[in-house]
């Protein structure tokens, strides 16, 4: 597989968390994965390959082993990203302007969405004949766009720059304030002549591309490779491995950036729910499943933070986090990631055994930084964890930097995981 060519069709058209699942199934599905359903029930074999998705925006893929084996090994990383979503009636006339109303989902850095084209993408549910479908809705077309005001009327915008979501963050539609039906304007977007849009769940997203720059073509710059950038390549190896004993499970979780309270978040029990029902579906009984997860190791990826040429002193005195660097293994004293001494030997014990190069990242400690996913699974399923990602610059930006060379390390790293056999032995580990 050339990674960075798949990456990049793959990043252009993950819209949304719920497009991004798409993608991730069909990926699967032309591996020879068979798709589940919650709702139903699990007629499980040994030997096979399946995946199940909640919500449509988080999916959970597992294979079996040939023989019975209860052991989990596990990696988990997120779907969503940064952006605004609109409000369930979002249109405004402002003078003569039409405006969307919309709300800030997650961190975004408020000023690198301005002045770019945008457009909306997600889910919208309509009504037909007393029956409610889902559909996915990513309109190709500049649709929108969040303007400036101009520094002659916002004299310290350069030195002093804020900005209300309230106020300065809503998209122009159009510059009319003739009647529009938003609704009516979703139905012929999803080609549809009949039914009757009940809700949506639609998000801003950029229109921009991703592309590769440098003078050696050695970075990916890109809308929402937080986190996505870790969720393909880390589906990439998965995919790769060789068959082991354990249970391998791959998951990425929606709403991550929101703090993944949802029923389809990290902190939800869909990773819980999915493991008991593979244990059950294998004739395998409760003091099984809390075995498979003793004996089993999580590895959480969520992208991180390199060293900025422009801001040092931001930076750890002893972190040292570049592009193209390597797999970063991500700490924290106060648990923001689950790494400790003996989860981040895991990961590099299979980085030396593969060549492999590895940064380790730390906050200045007078800095909070963010949080991530592994914590969260952790609370719903206890397992041996590190935090791991991939370096990059401009986090939560509309527009994301990192190295092209991590990306296959990620792969290399996460196939190499998925194709060991891992087992927790007393104060320690073999692998």
Known sequence: MNYTTTMLKLLEHSYSAFHVVKNLEGLLLDQGYEKLDEKKKWILKPNSKYFVERNQSSLISFRTPLKTNFI????????????????????????????????PYGGA???????????????????????????????EEDLCVIPNLAIHMNRTINTDG????????????????????????????LALTRGQVLSHDLFLYSREKPTIVGKDQD?????????????????????????????????????????????????????RD????????????????????S????????????????HPEISDPTTDVSLNGGIVIKYNANQSYTSDSFSSSLVKTLCQKNNL??????NRSDLRGGSTLGNLSNSEVSFTSVDIGLAQLAMHSSNELMGLKDIKDMVTLIKAFYSSDYTAVENGFSI
Request: glycine share 6%; proline share 5%; aromatic share 10%.
């Open 295 to 310: 004996r089993g190791a999580l590895i959480s990826i969520d992208n991180a933070h390199a060293n900025h040429p422009n």
């Open 357 to 362: 190069t590895y940064q380790e990242f730390t």
């Open 109 to 139: 850095i408020y000023n690198t969405w301005l002045d770019r084209p945008l457009s909306i993408a997600g889910r919208v549910i309509v009504s037909n004949n007393g029956k409610a479908d889902s559909y996915l809705l990513a309109p």
């Open 274 to 293: 999915t493991l008991h029902r593979i244990i059950y579906g294998l004739g395998g009984s409760e003091e099984d499943y809390y075995l498979a997860i």
């Open 72 to 103: 989990f090994q596990v990696t988990a990383s997120h779907t969503d990203s940064p952006t605004f979503k609109l409000k369930p009636n979002p249109i405004l006339l402002r003078g003569k302007c039409m405006m969307l109303d919309v709300e």
């Open 219 to 271: 970075m990916l710059l890109s809308p929402r490779l937080d986190d996505l950038a870790s969720c393909y390549s880390s589906l990439f190896g998965y995919l790769e491995a060789k068959k082991n004993k354990s249970i391998d499970i791959y998951a990425s979780f929606d709403n991550e950036e929101v703090g993944s309270l949802t029923k389809q978040g990290a902190n939800s029990t869909f990773l």
């Open 162 to 189: 804020k900005y209300n979501p309230a106020i300065d963050m809503l998209p122009i539609l159009g510059a009319s304030d003739e009647k529009f039906d938003f609704h009516k304007y979703l139905l012929s977007k």
